[in-house]
């Protein structure tokens, strides 16, 4: 029988470093003689520096030098864009000039022999400025929004402007009609692990130990900013204690922890606060958006109208996906999107999980259920109703699409049959009990990338990617592709992750890694098999000697003729005949006439039910049921993981995250955890995650869509649906708080 382990559910391979201590982050890479750096943040929110007294600071105990724009070295700061980084605009040029773009920007870096030494010095440094009133907030008239100028070009992603049909004149003549606007929170990610990097010269090379979801990209941003050749940097990561995307861009600590090293000739740890992690690492930004939808009294949608904004710093213009998925969910003849951003005196927003998508798709789903209550049919009737046979922007069909099958099975294992469609209507004792649903859908992104596969003499292999693992199972998964295709025991596979100097992939993030590394692996173990059949066919002491390799065939990690049933030779005889380890690499990536043909788009449904106290108006969530249909399921168990995961920060995007921003300075006022709430296991309900059966031969050879993001991106909609289910209060911005529950 052949071997399989796509598919199956094994447990993490690298759970045993884990629960041992044994697993390194970036932080437990410290270094002989290494010294401590702390950052000085601005506490003003727009300006510049006017004074700052490091001389008597570097005098302080323990103290090896306080670098500030006075004495930093001016770097070059190399162009360099990588696909993660804001296609417009400049990034933050750390310490290089008196200028005060947001609160909270770096604009000193202690160093001491100690942490204690810096930390204490940091906080004695003071600085004055000329300080200015920041903007921080684009709900005002005082912000005016702009074009992106990346959304203005042919073939982005997202487009600033885009229209089917006559969409504003089909609303205003609809027989039924909704038009709202959404508003939805700053967030920022929050992982358990800060942000850390170490960092040591050997004359001009430069080793990072550095909390990084895309690891190439970070040698090379590094490699620009100091006017560096790429091989004379080196990033090692080879565990991530969460990110959510806070870590695929490359942000001012990694450089201030290499200037600092260099600056005083010592190896240099520099580990970020929680508090400092609200400053310049990412966020999710504000978005304000509009939704209006028109249809006829049978619920086929006659009109769409889409307009968002999304907020971005005044030195680069983040962008996001944010109306991207109006154009393709549902079938209507005219619709019509707008993408505009508002400049602010803040830090670049960064991806976070279902980056655009998440947020589009809470306004999105909320106008649809607003929608079927208006129209008296059942939330999920409307949108079988709605479902279309083709992506009707592009004009070509979808390589598979699985919502309906994902509202029927979700439907079915939540009981959606038992509630009763009018608010308010159901209870449990003195509780308002609301069931909701929602739809999930994110592209089946994939990105060019390589492995390298070696063989070695005692039977086992080494794979190696230059891949990130934050959490998902990179390591066991990727260790299940290759014991798939070369036939070996999982057990007899050690996949190797976190260097920039193996072979290079994308960013860990995006719901692309198991896509595009993937495949790679897949690739390269089919091209170290070639290899080794090459050596023994070549071999002529081998038993299959002279044979062609057209004729050869591998089964269960043994070759043999095409036809025989002898027991054939292992990858152990051919390497130790061949007296060397077999090494072979590979890559892979979409093929552009595929890509041109189909719309590749993973789905699924989202299902919640709340519990409301109509008296103190608390929320809880008692439970969530989510079905997504995303191709081929290499570890089911790892895949609900992800679901459930996904799910409590959709608990956490729906009911209590917010980055709360003073408007005089724009200080994050909750930069903490006492304050900036997200679920905790009290809050965590009954959660389930079930896939639907689908093959998809066209996304990737693997036939994965990826499932990071798409957990996430419909549980907010699915809360908010059942809210207002439960009590008939419609609430349209995020979080939903006790405040709306209290108020008329």
């Keep these: 029988m052949t071997v399989r382990f796509i598919g199956s559910p ?79 605009g400049e990034r933050l040029h750390v310490l290089q000039d008196d200028q005060v773009r947001f609160y909270g920007q770096p604009v000193a870096v202690v160093v001491a022999d100690t942490l204690d030494d810096a930390e204490r010095a940091a906080a004695a440094l003071r600085i004055s400025y000329d300080a200015r009133r920041p903007i921080v907030d684009h709900a005002g008239d005082e912000v005016k929004a702009i074009v992106p100028d990346a959304a203005t070009r042919p073939g982005a992603r997202t487009l600033a402007d885009r229209s089917r049909g006559e969409a ?13 606007n959404y508003d939805i929170a700053r967030e920022n990610h929050n992982p358990m692990e800060p942000h850390a990097t170490i960092a040591s010269w050997n004359g001009e090379r430069l080793t990072l130990w550095s909390k990084s979801q895309y690891l190439v990209n970070e040698q090379a941003e590094i490699a620009a900013i100091f006017g560096l050749p790429l091989e004379n940097v080196e990033v090692v990561c080879p565990f991530i204690g969460g990110a959510f995307g806070t870590s695929l861009r490359t942000w001012p600590h990694v450089t201030l922890a290499a200037l600092a090293a260099r600056h005083i000739r010592r190896p240099v740890k520099l580990v970020l606060t929680r508090k400092q992690m609200f400053f310049t690492t990412g966020h999710r930004p504000r978005t304000l958006q509009r939704i209006a939808l028109g249809a006829t009294p049978e619920g086929a949608l006659a009109g769409m109208v889409h307009e968002g904004t999304g907020e971005t710093s005044r030195y680069e213009q983040f962008m996001e996906a944010l109306t991207n998925v109006t154009d393709y969910l549902y079938s209507c003849p005219n619709v019509r999107t707008q993408y505009r951003l508002a400049p602010l005196d803040t830090s670049t927003p960064n991806h976070m999980r279902g980056p655009g998508e998440a947020s589009g798709i809470f306004a999105i789903e909320s106008a649809m259920d607003e929608l079927s209550y208006k129209l008296g049919i059942d939330p999920i009737e409307l949108r079988r109703r709605n479902e279309p ?16 099958q994902c509202y029927e099975l979700g439907a079915e294992r939540f009981g959606w049959t038992q509630r009763t469609p009018e608010p308010r209507s159901m209870r449990d004792g003195r509780l308002l009990i609301g069931m909701g649903t929602a739809t999930a859908t994110y592209p089946a992104f994939h990105a060019p990338a390589s492995a390298r596969v070696r063989l070695l003499a005692d039977g086992t292999a080494e794979v190696e990617a230059a891949a990130s693992d934050m959490g998902p199972g990179t390591y066991t998964s990727m260790s299940q592709v290759a014991a798939e295709f070369l036939g070996l025991p999982l057990e007899r596979v050690r996949f190797r992750l976190g260097r920039s100097d193996y072979p290079q992939t994308p960013s860990h993030g995006g719901s692309w890694t198991m896509a595009s590394v993937g495949s790679a692996i897949r690739a390269a173990c089919l091209e170290v098999q070639a290899q080794a059949a090459r050596r023994a066919a070549a071999d002529a002491g081998s038993p299959l000697s002279g044979a062609s390799v057209d004729d050869l065939e591998w089964s269960e990690g043994l070759l043999r003729r095409r036809g025989d049933t002898s027991p054939g030779i292992s990858y152990h005889d051919i390497v130790v005949r061949a007296g060397v380890p077999i090494e072979a690499g590979g890559s892979a990536q979409r093929d552009p006439k595929v890509a041109e043909q189909y719309s590749m788009h993973a789905f699924g449904a989202v299902f919640a039910e709340v519990a409301v106290d109509p008296d103190v108006g608390t929320i809880a969530v008692r439970r969530i049921v989510g079905a997504y249909g995303i191709g081929r399921v290499v570890n089911p168990l790892l895949a609900r993981s992800q679901c459930t995961g996904g799910m409590i920060g959709g608990m956490g995007m729906a009911l209590m995250e ?24 009290l809050d965590i309900p009954e959660l389930e995650a079930h896939f639907v059966d689908e093959v998809d031969p066209h996304v990737n050879p693997l036939g994965v869509k990826g499932l990071g993001e798409i957990a996430l991106v419909g549980t907010a909609p699915a809360i908010g649906n059942a809210v207002f289910h439960a009590t008939g209060k419609r609430v349209r911005t995020l979080p939903i708080r006790i405040e709306d529950m209290l108020t008329a």
Excluded: C, W
Excluded at 72 to 84: N, R
């Design 10 to 88: 094994h447990t993490r391979v690298d759970g045993p470093r884990k629960v041992t201590g044994n697993a390194r982050y970036a932080a437990d890479f410290n270094q002989a003689g290494q010294a401590y750096a702390v950052i000085v943040s601005a506490t003003v929110g727009l300006g510049r520096i006017t004074e700052m007294d490091g001389a008597s600071i570097e005098r302080m105990p323990g103290v090896v030098a306080v670098i500030t724009h006075h004495n930093a070295e001016k770097l070059p700061y190399l162009p360099h864009k990588a696909v993660i980084d804001p296609a417009e």
């Design 168 to 180: 504003d004149a089909a609303v205003a003549n609809a027989a039924v009609k909704v038009d709202e």
């Design 389 to 404: 046979q083709l992506d009707e922007a592009e004009n070509k069909p979808f390589s598979s699409r699985s919502l309906m």
């Design 658 to 681: 917010r980055t709360a921003l003073d408007p005089r300075d724009g200080r994050p006022v909750n930069a903490h955890m006492a304050d900036y709430l997200m679920p905790v296991n």
